[in-house]
C-alpha cells in the first residue's frame, strides 16, 4: 500500500512569506503528526491531528498551526516565515496515535532566505 | 523535563566492525523506546522497539538494542556493519497514551567500504 506523502519535496521561500505543507497518511490511517528536523537539534514535534482534531501541541509559535481534514489528508502552514524555520518538516501518521509504530513521509525541505 | 540524549553525533567505522551507539533518555514513568534509521534521501522508518519483557530487543538488519531501566538507556549495537548501514540514527521515547514522539538528536555513521 501507499505510504505517507509529503508535498512539495522542496520549497525556497523569502523571509516575511508564508507556506503551506500538505501531508497524506497511510490510508486507513486517521492520526497525523508533524515534526521539525534541523541539524543538531533532531525531531522536534509540532502537532498531532486525530479526526480533524488537534489533540497535543508542542513548544512552537503560533505562527506555526494545522489542520486536517475529513479524508485525514493535513496541512500545516507557518507564518511570517523567519531564517530559523528553514528545516526538513516530516509527518508521520498511524492509527490511532497510540499505535506502537509510526509511518513517517520523506518530508518537505524548506529553505527561507 | 522529558529528553532523550545521544552521545555520539558522528561514528566513522570500517565495515566489519562493531558498532554501538549510545541513548538516554529522562522520562517519568514507563516509556516505550524507539530506534529509527534516515538513509540518505529516505524517510525515517523503524529499527526496533521495546515496550516490555526481554529487555532485549533484536530488530530488522541484525541491530539490537538492550534496555538497562537502572542507567535509563536504550543503546543500539550491530556486530558488524556494513557500507549499506550508513545513515543518520535516532532514538527515541514515547510514553504510553501518549501521541507524540520524545526524540535524540540523532547520531550519523558512515560506514567506510
Known amino acids: 500500500k501507499a505510504g505517507v506523502t509529503q508535498t512539495p519535496r522542496y520549497l525556497i521561500k523569502t523571509r516575511g512569506q508564508q507556506v503551506t505543507l500538505s501531508c497524506s497518511p497511510i490510508s486507513g490511517h486517521r492520526s497525523v503528526s508533524w515534526y521539525q528536523q534541523t541539524p543538531g537539534q533532531g525531531l522536534q514535534f509540532l502537532f498531532e491531528?486525530?479526526?480533524?482534531?488537534?489533540?497535543n501541541k508542542g513548544n512552537f509559535p503560533g505562527r506555526f498551526s494545522g489542520r486536517q481534514f475529513s479524508n485525514s489528508r493535513s496541512e500545516m502552514n507557518v507564518s511570517t516565515l523567519e531564517l530559523g524555520d528553514s528545516a526538513l518538516y516530516l509527518c508521520?501518521?498511524?492509527?490511532?496515535?497510540?499505535?506502537?509504530?509510526?509511518?513517517f513521509g520523506q518530508g518537505t525541505r524548506l529553505t527561507v532566505v | 523535563a522529558q529528553s532523550v540524549s545521544q552521545h555520539n553525533h558522528h561514528v566513522i567505522l570500517s565495515e566489519a566492525a562493531s558498532l554501538e551507539l549510545g541513548c538516554n533518555y529522562s522520562y517519568g514513568g514507563t516509556v516505550n523506546l524507539f530506534w529509527y534509521v534516515q538513509y540518505p534521501g529516505q524517510h525515517l522508518q523503524l529499527l526496533l522497539k521495546?515496550?516490555?519483557?526481554?529487555?532485549l530487543v533484536k530488530g530488522i538488519k541484525g541491530f539490537e538494542a538492550e534496555f538497562i531501566k537502572s542507567k535509563f538507556s536504550f543503546n543500539l549495537r550491530k556486530p558488524s556493519v556494513q557500507w549499506s548501514d550508513t545513515a543518520e540514527y535516532f532514538c527515541?521515547?514515547?510514553?504510553?497514551?501518549?501521541?507524540?514522539?520524545?526524540f535524540g538528536t540523532g547520531t550519523r555513521l558512515k560506514v567506510l567500504a
Open positions: 521495546y515496550f516490555s519483557g526481554d529487555p
Open positions: 491531528y486525530f479526526s480533524e482534531t488537534q489533540r
Open positions: 508521520a501518521s498511524s492509527l490511532t496515535g497510540l499505535d506502537t509504530e509510526a509511518f
Open positions: 527515541a521515547v514515547k510514553g504510553p497514551g501518549t501521541y507524540k514522539y520524545i
